[in-house]
């Protein structure tokens, strides 16, 4: 789902892009996406979503499927928004994150990731 109105607005930069905006039912996106994870047996996952709103709401009935479905969320994150991207690549912070550069939040990111998937490993055993 794409929303963004730039997309829809230059033409002549984006000639190939065919629509801005579908509607997602998000039973049938759940259904589609469960399946993908039992097809490779993944049992947990991670989810990184825009902090729009519509975005928010898609994402908590997602895991609240995927819940229902055996499927643990390890983690849930909000991506870095245009302005904040902006900023860490040109290594200022933003509100968002504390650290300074994209690479470093993404490595936070990840960090983050594993420990919670080691910590849910060590809790079975």
Same mark, same amino acid.
């Given at each position: 789902?794409?929303?963004?109105?730039?997309?829809?607005?230059?033409?002549?930069?984006? %000639?190939?892009?065919?629509?801005?905006?579908?509607?997602?039912?998000?039973?049938?996106?759940?259904?589609?996406?469960?399946?993908?994870? !039992?097809?490779?047996?993944?049992?947990?996952? %991670?989810?990184?979503?825009?902090?729009?709103?519509?975005?928010? !709401?898609?994402?908590?009935?997602?895991?609240?499927?995927?819940?229902?479905?055996?499927?643990?969320?390890?983690?849930?994150?909000?991506?870095?928004?245009?302005?904040?991207?902006?900023?860490?690549?040109?290594?200022?912070?933003?509100?968002?994150?504390?650290?300074?550069?994209?690479?470093?939040?993404?490595?936070?990111?990840?960090?983050?990731?594993?420990?919670?998937? !080691?910590?849910?490993?060590?809790?079975?055993?």
């Amino acid at each position: 789902m794409c929303n963004d109105p730039l997309l829809g607005l230059e033409k002549d930069h984006y %000639a190939t892009f065919s629509r801005t905006n579908i509607q997602v039912e998000v039973r049938k996106l759940s259904r589609g996406l469960i399946k993908l994870l !039992r097809k490779f047996n993944w049992t947990q996952v %991670a989810i990184l979503f825009e902090n729009r709103t519509n975005y928010i !709401r898609m994402k908590d009935k997602v895991v609240d499927e995927f819940k229902k479905n055996g499927i643990k969320v390890l983690l849930e994150k909000t991506l870095l928004d245009d302005k904040c991207y902006s900023r860490l690549y040109h290594n200022q912070t933003c509100q968002q994150s504390q650290v300074k550069n994209v690479t470093t939040y993404m490595q936070d990111m990840f960090t983050e990731l594993k420990e919670k998937a !080691r910590s849910k490993l060590q809790s079975c055993y």
